[in-house]
């Protein structure tokens, strides 16, 4: 089973304000996108669970028109807390990459 990073041209985290998180996976192709943007590993429930979010809470919008998906999830503290460890969240998409689809 191929992961994400396999199929994707481009996976991305980035804060979306103090208080949410959102990544920009973007396939490689129009097939990889029909293939993949609704398999179980990116589901709202499997998302949550990688990223220990409230599955209640987490956005899931898929865009067919640019061949990619965007997730969101509010944050478990606000950003430039004393526990922060990623201000910009530029390194959330890691453990994404890394998931097998298929």
């Known amino acids: 089973m191929p992961k994400l990073k396999d199929v994707c041209r481009y996976i991305r985290s980035k804060q979306a304000g103090p208080f949410w998180i959102t990544f920009d996976i973007y396939f490689d192709s ?47 503290t606000p950003q430039g807390g004393i526990i922060e460890r990623d201000m910009h969240a530029g390194q959330q998409y890691v453990r994404l990459s890394n998931v097998s689809v298929g």
């Open 30 to 76: 129009r097939e990889s996108f029909d293939r993949y943007h609704d398999d179980e590993a990116l589901s709202v429930e499997s998302f949550a669970k990688l990223y220990g979010a409230d599955p209640a809470l987490v956005k899931r919008i898929p865009v067919p028109q640019l061949e990619m998906i965007k997730i969101s999830y509010p944050r478990s």
